[in-house]
């Protein structure tokens, strides 16, 4: 079993700052990619922000310069410093991560249960 547990949503005001945690636990022998998503009422699901082992990331565009994602391998988690944030960020956001069991080829993927956050104008 693997779960994901996510905090630090909530309400802001336009312009404030949230970090977001993504702790990972279960039986993990590596992860490989860890990312965000966020998913607005009436809206697909879509990619924040992601990280590599390797600490390459990659943003959407429309948080490029506003949003950090970092990760501690140490802790297993994932961050997401969100700054400058706007009316439109509001949406639950989902921790994604994919990973690998020792002694098995594959790369399983998990979803964490989300949390929200609500920027107000």
């Known amino acids: 079993q693997v779960h994901l547990v996510e905090s630090g949503g909530g309400l802001v005001q336009a312009g404030g700052s949230l970090r977001l945690s993504c702790a990972a636990s279960?039986?993990?022998?590596?992860?490989?990619?860890m990312g965000w998503y966020r998913q607005a009422p009436g809206k697909q699901r879509e990619l924040v922000a992601s990280?590599?082992?390797?600490?390459?990331?990659n943003y959407a565009d429309s948080v490029k310069g506003r949003f950090t994602i970092s990760r501690d391998n140490a802790k297993k988690t994932a961050y997401l410093q969100m700054t400058s944030l706007k009316p439109d960020d509001t949406a639950v956001y989902y921790c994604?991560?994919?990973?690998?069991?020792?002694?098995?080829?594959?790369?399983?993927?998990?979803w964490g249960q989300g949390t929200q956050v609500t920027v107000s104008s």
């Open positions: 990280i590599t082992s390797g600490g390459t990331t």
């Open positions: 994604n991560i994919d990973w690998e069991r020792f002694g098995v080829k594959t790369t399983f993927g998990s």
């Open positions: 279960g039986s993990i022998f590596r992860i490989n990619r």
